[in-house]
């Protein structure tokens, strides 16, 4: 079993930044892909980034593409979203998740982690 622990959401004026962490344990999740994602209210849940394992390749939706950076080290069990240059559209619930690379879905979650930004 993999658990997953978002942290580091908060309030934010637009134009700020904020880096969420998210800390995976209970196997080596060796050959997986870590991704992050976003709901708002009243929308459905939105891919944000994803990261190989090795930190090789890295995933972006359009919308974050050059303001959001993730990255993973893997020494700490820990994935992390640099969040640069947001925007009120960026409000939502953020979740970290987990797949196996040759999986076409992804396996495992965490609870979320609230990014509100507001002036």
């Keep these: 079993q993999v658990q997953l622990v978002e942290s580091g959401g908060g309030l934010v004026q637009p134009g700020g930044s904020l880096r969420l962490s998210c800390a995976y344990s209970g196997r ?52 992390y979203l640099q969040m640069n240059s947001l925007k009120p559209e960026d409000t939502a619930v953020y979740y970290c998740a987990t797949k196996h690379d040759t999986s076409a879905q992804y396996d495992y979650w965490g609870q979320g982690t609230q990014v509100t930004v507001s002036s």
């Design 28 to 79: 080596t999740l060796s050959s997986y892909i870590m991704g992050w994602f976003r709901q708002a209210p009243g929308k459905e849940r939105e891919f944000v980034a994803a990261i190989s394992w090795n930190g090789g390749r890295t995933y972006y939706a359009n919308s974050v593409k050059g303001r959001f950076t993730i990255s993973r080290d893997n020494a700490k069990n820990t994935i």
